[in-house]
Every structure is written in structure tokens, then in C-alpha cells.
């Protein structure tokens, strides 16, 4: 059963918090799926996007590899990634959108005194992009991308790495995850979550997480 959502107040004891990306700061979910099923139309198979919910927040090569196998086809790893890049970065300036009152949240909390992690699976020029785009550089004392972990969600590396350099505990870190795969990482970490609901991962259990919203202004009233 969820708790409750947590009050301002009870967010104000953690020293760290920890962020997704994809899903979680934008909503750039489903904007992957596209970019990922262009892709293959460029190879001239025709696949749903929609088929990205089902490995959302898993590791790239198990995200193409789901991919190559609804449309068949079997392309060369790097030229795939390089039609994928052009396809997904037109999509993040034209149709990319912060999540719900994100913006307003991070200015809270930078006001307080603890740490602020990115901690996501994407490759590092997603990162860039996104954050720049959305003036969101300028939040992060940290940030893990794909690039800084030998082993990606679920596996809690990635969440392990940004405890060990922000020299926080595991019970110290709050984090917010959209995907079952995130969330899974960073509760092997043994942190708090909190699960971002949005259209896009209604197939993703988010059972483990503290409690689940859609809109950051939840923890500013």
C-alpha cells in the first residue's frame, strides 16, 4: 500500500536528492520511443513506439535489441545509434516539456541545504541536450550518466556511485524514479523513492515506491 505524500517538511530531512531523467525531470519517454521506432523505419520496418513501455529504464542494449526484434531487422549497433541520435535530438527541440512544476521544485530545494544528483541511464550528450535546453544545468552538484557505471539500471550501481561521491548514506537520499527498472536500482541501493507517474509508464509497478505523484507542486503545498 502507498503512503501518504510526503509533506515539504519531511522532504527537508533527507541531505540528498536524486534524480532520473527520462520521465522524471521531462517527458522524454515517449519521445524516445519515437525517435527509436524512426529509426527502424529507416531500415523499412514499421514499429509502434509504444513498444518502448516495455523497457523503459533498462540499460540501451536491451532497448535496441527489443527493438531489432519487433521489427526485425538486425543493423549495424553504431549505425543504428547514429540515425537514433539525429531522429531523438529534432524531437527534444521541438516537442520536449518539462515535467509538471519540476522547475519550481529544484528551486526549493536548491534553498536548502543538501545535495542535488542527476542520476540517469541516458548517454551523456542526452543529458547535455536536455538539460541546456531547459536551463536545468545550473541545479546539479552531480550528475551520472551511462557513460560513469559499468552495470545500468536495475542494477543499483549507478545510484551506489552518486552516494559515494556526494558521501551521503543510503537513508539520507531520496529519490525519484518513473520507471520499475529505476525504481528497482535505487531501492537495491537501499534509498527512498518516490515513483513519477505519467501516460507513458502505466505498465511500470511502481508498488515500491514511497509514494507516487504527477505533478512536483504535490510537494509544495
Partial sequence: MLHSTPSPKTLKTYQAYLFDLDGTLVNSEPLKGKALALTCQDYGSKTDYHIYQDVMGQD??????????????????????HYFRQHYQILLKEQLTLTP??????????????????????A?????????????????????SQEDV????PHPEAYLAAL??????????????????????????????????HEFNIKNDMSIAKTCISDFNELLD
Avoid at 60 to 81: L, S
Fill in 150 to 153: 559499468n552495470r545500468h539500471k
Fill in 60 to 81: 540501451w542494449p536491451t532497448v535496441t535489441q527489443h527493438f531489432f526484434k519487433a521489427a526485425k531487422i538486425a543493423p549495424d549497433t553504431a549505425e543504428f545509434n
Fill in 164 to 197: 559515494k561521491k556526494l558521501n551521503i548514506k543510503a537513508k539520507g537520499a531520496l529519490v525519484f524514479e518513473d520507471s520499475f527498472a529505476g525504481l528497482s536500482s535505487a531501492n537495491a541501493a537501499g534509498c527512498d523513492v518516490m515513483g513519477i507517474r
Fill in 124 to 144: 551523456s550528450w542526452m543529458i547535455e541536450q536536455v538539460l541546456t535546453q531547459q536551463k536545468l544545468e545550473n541545479f546539479f552538484d552531480l550528475i551520472i
Fill in 101 to 122: 512544476n519540476i522547475k519550481p521544485y529544484l528551486e526549493h530545494l536548491s534553498r536548502l541545504d543538501c545535495k542535488i544528483a542527476l542520476v540517469s541511464s541516458a
